[in-house]
């Protein structure tokens, strides 16, 4: 009706005051268009032209006159072409712009030129080449001519030449992967159209271009008209992404009633959408700017998505990997079993064998093999050799008398277990006693975790649907998480079975020898791993700069246990109360998030927390370096002060502490350097600088204590060694896969598609995948080198066993 209207108000000349109003409603939005028409384009001549295709028409349209053009064509219900109209003005005509409407079966195209397209901040840019490709209804006959009409109107008295032509587009259905070249630019976009073949549901569209502006747009759009193919409407409907040299976007058919859809591509008139620049604001609000050439050009193809067998297959490869983890456990955990019931066999013999061969040998005192007394005298280096020699034996603890065996706990020179508390307030005076000795043992030590898709950051080239998820293989990929992360709870919960029953039954070695056991951080450690990887799963629904703290939070949480059970092992006394550590670590979460609100170039956010981070280095320097016995309070600037006039400058006098001044002088300068890199560098992903702090502290900690270690004479079994090894080699590779970058949400989303690569495993992985797969694995490994790098001192008494 409103199309008859318009006819009658062009065709009778009565047009006099009339103002036309109608409102298009949309499922989201509304829009309301008003037509304004005047007496002034009464047209006192109107011409109708029969016209044919590939003819340029040259005319000249006044007020006075206006010209129509008649084609027709004959439409196949088997074959699809396109239309295209294409109008060249040669003159600026932008005070009275030439009004061009096509009109057809069930549609109807208006534009002017020239044209005004609309950029950021309301710039305007005119554009005199236009060329729009027609929408095709489609047909229920087998064959039928359809007619459509080019009515040229305008409002100047003055004569403004044009040219205009109509050409058939032949190539307009696009073939199953085959390439097609094409250009466009703002006034001139494309789009074609692609029907499902037989037996393929899924495909992927993919736009490239070897340049990187203009930036454009690729659109996904429903076989209906009008077809949304402007700057300013082609986000109305579909789905779209802004693109530079890469595009891609996966389409399936249970989406398209029709089984087919339009490709739209549309270059946009300015490029900050893609990270170019910003243009210069225009000084008059009705200024025209000059938009240059922006003319693009552009391949597209249209490729088969992976069959369904493809995602049963890259199910059981993940389900398979992770579960030989659990097959090979059991293995090794058989293996174990036999051996030790053959060492049960073995002492027994043995006793009996010093029982009747040598029944007159006096058993070692345990400070014969380098102990130290509690007045804090300290071993010659070569008692420190000795000591570590005896210790490798592991049945040395068989040599001690029955007597000595059996000694009650209390009387035993073992640390307290942890149910055996010293209320009294002495306790403390005693820790400081105890704490300026150069040397400490263990046993000195007492006990106490929308079709907008410019919106998520996928590696479109390898995002493999599913349901409602459009990346289902970077949420699969997470499994290996949970999975090895209840693996390791397994372990840990069989290996706290194991020493309870040790306890139970006064096993001497479960009493008295090796590193206390706790099991509480690492059950922590478990389930930290097992949620991470369903964090990580849902920040991979869609992975954008403002979720991006659902895939780091469990990671603060993972360092910090790690760094948190390795300072427990030989400091069981001064370790952080549960409500400290996890006040700490959610501070750090905390920040986190600050960083991710105000941290973008916010110079007084970074100097805040800059500040921060070195003062909570230098406290926690001091923390490790007097072991806990410091206290911080009105008079510590006096004490500082004191210690460094006493020791530094009225003595030279080296520090007693030289191994923890080592570590905490190289961990001061590795965190001042970070500070400082974050105060000048201000990074936008202020997620990962904060992560990257964590892990430097953490591989610092590890470093110093393996070397510590073996510098006090232990050894590490085959086992932790093999794991050690096992897990740097995985590390290294994750890494490697991690830093491909197949996308990033520090750019642009246009930016970021530049990134994308195809799957590099079984056709359904990429490289963020496979970071997925090993990370898990190296986390793993990097929990059970904790687990199992002190099982040399299971044998060994707690008072031969140093604190570092």
Not at 393 to 403: C, F, I, K, T
């Amino acid at each position: 009706m409103l199309f008859s209207f318009l006819y009658l108000l062009f065709f009778t000349g009565n047009t006099e005051g009339v103002i036309l109003s109608f409102r298009l409603e949309f499922p989201d939005r509304s829009f309301c268009y008003c037509l304004s028409l005047s007496s002034q384009i009464s047209a006192t001549n109107v011409v109708q032209k029969d016209a044919e295709f590939d003819v340029t028409y040259n005319d000249t349209v006044t007020s006075e006159n206006q010209t129509i053009y008649a084609f027709n064509h004959t439409v196949s219900r088997n074959k699809t072409e396109g239309v295209r109209v294409t109008v060249d003005v040669l003159l600026n005509a932008s005070e009275s712009p030439i009004l061009f409407v096509v009109r057809q079966k069930q549609a109807v195209l208006s534009f002017q030129v020239p044209l005004i397209l609309r950029g950021l901040y309301q710039r305007k840019y005119p554009y005199n080449h236009i060329g729009r490709t027609l929408c095709q209804p489609p047909t229920v006959v087998a064959s039928e001519t359809q007619y459509f009409y080019v009515d040229v109107s305008t409002l100047s008295s003055l004569g403004t030449h044009y040219q205009l032509r109509v050409s058939r587009v032949e190539s307009f259905t696009l073939q199953t992967n085959k390439k097609f070249s094409f250009t466009a630019s703002p006034s001139q976009p494309q789009y074609f159209k692609y029907v499902f073949p037989e037996g393929e549901d899924t495909v992927i569209v993919k736009v490239t271009s070897d340049m990187n502006f203009p930036c454009s747009v690729m659109s996904i759009q429903d076989i209906q008209c009008p077809v949304y193919d402007l700057d300013n409407n082609v986000a109305f409907i579909g789905m779209y992404q802004t693109i530079t040299k890469k595009g891609a976007i996966t389409v399936q058919r249970k989406d398209f009633p029709l089984n087919s859809f339009y490709v739209v591509v549309v270059v946009k008139t300015e490029d900050e959408a893609c990270g170019g620049p910003l243009r210069y604001y225009p000084l008059r609000p009705d200024e025209l700017i000059d938009a240059g050439n922006r003319t693009k050009i552009l391949d597209v193809i249209v490729s088969p998505a992976i069959k369904t067998e493809v995602y049963v297959m890259g199910m059981l490869f993940c389900l398979g990997i992770f579960l030989s983890f659990y097959v090979l456990t059991l293995m090794v955990a058989c293996v174990h079993n036999k051996r030790v019931l053959k060492l049960l066999l073995y002492p027994v013999a043995l006793i009996s064998f010093d029982l009747i061969f040598q029944p007159g040998k006096t058993p070692a005192s345990p400070y014969e093999y380098g102990s130290f007394a509690d007045n804090g005298s300290t071993l010659s280096s070569e008692a420190i050799t000795d000591s570590a020699t005896s210790t490798d034996n592991n049945y040395g603890y068989l040599e001690r008398s029955l007597d000595s065996a059996g000694r009650s706990r209390q009387e035993s020179l073992s640390s307290v277990e942890e149910d055996d508390y010293d209320t009294l307030d002495d306790i403390d005076s005693d820790k400081n006693i105890v704490r300026t000795k150069k040397y400490l043992c263990v046993s000195d030590l007492v006990v106490n975790v929308t079709g907008n898709q410019d919106i998520c950051y996928y590696n479109f080239l390898c995002a493999h649907p599913l349901g409602a998820l459009s990346s289902f293989n970077n949420i699969l990929s997470n499994v290996g998480y949970v999975m090895l992360g209840l693996l390791f709870l397994l372990i840990v919960l069989k290996r706290d079975i194991t020493h309870n029953r040790a306890l139970v039954r006064n096993d001497i070695n479960a009493l008295e020898c090796g590193i206390p056991k706790h099991f509480g951080l690492f059950y922590a450690m478990g389930t930290a791993l097992m949620m991470e990887g369903l964090l990580s799963a849902c920040y991979h629904v869609c992975p954008n700069y403002t979720n991006f703290q659902f895939d780091t939070s469990f990671m603060y949480m993972i360092a910090g246990l790690c760094m948190l059970k390795l300072y427990q092992k030989r400091h069981p006394d001064i370790n952080a109360s549960a409500y400290t550590a996890y006040a700490c670590l959610a501070g750090v979460i905390f920040f986190s998030v600050l960083g991710v609100v105000f941290g973008k170039g916010n110079m007084v956010f970074w100097i805040v927390f800059s500040v921060i981070h070195i003062l909570a280095t230098l406290l926690l320097s001091t923390q490790l370096y007097y072991m806990g016995r410091w206290r911080l309070d009105s008079g510590v600037l006096r004490r500082v002060v004191y210690i460094v006039y006493t020791d530094s400058i009225r003595q030279c006098s080296g520090p007693m502490y030289i191994d923890r001044m080592v570590l905490l002088v190289l961990g001061n300068i590795v965190n001042w350097s970070l500070a400082a890199y974050g105060l000048i560098k201000r990074p936008n992903d202020f997620a990962s600088y904060l992560l990257a702090i964590a892990i430097c502290n953490l591989l610092l900690y590890f470093a110093f204590y393996i070397i510590m270690k073996l510098r006090s004479g232990e050894r590490i079994k085959y086992l932790a060694l093999v794991i050690i090894l096992f897990t740097a080699v995985v590390w290294g590779f994750a890494l490697y896969f991690f830093f491909q970058g197949l996308s990033t949400w520090q750019k642009t989303p246009a930016e970021s598609r530049d990134h994308n690569r195809d799957c590099i495993l079984l056709s359904f992985f990429d490289d963020h995948d496979i970071w997925h797969f090993l990370s898990s694995i190296a986390m793993f490994g990097s929990f059970l080198v904790l687990l199992t790098m002190d099982d040399d001192l299971d044998t060994v008494q707690r008072d031969k066993i140093y604190v570092f």
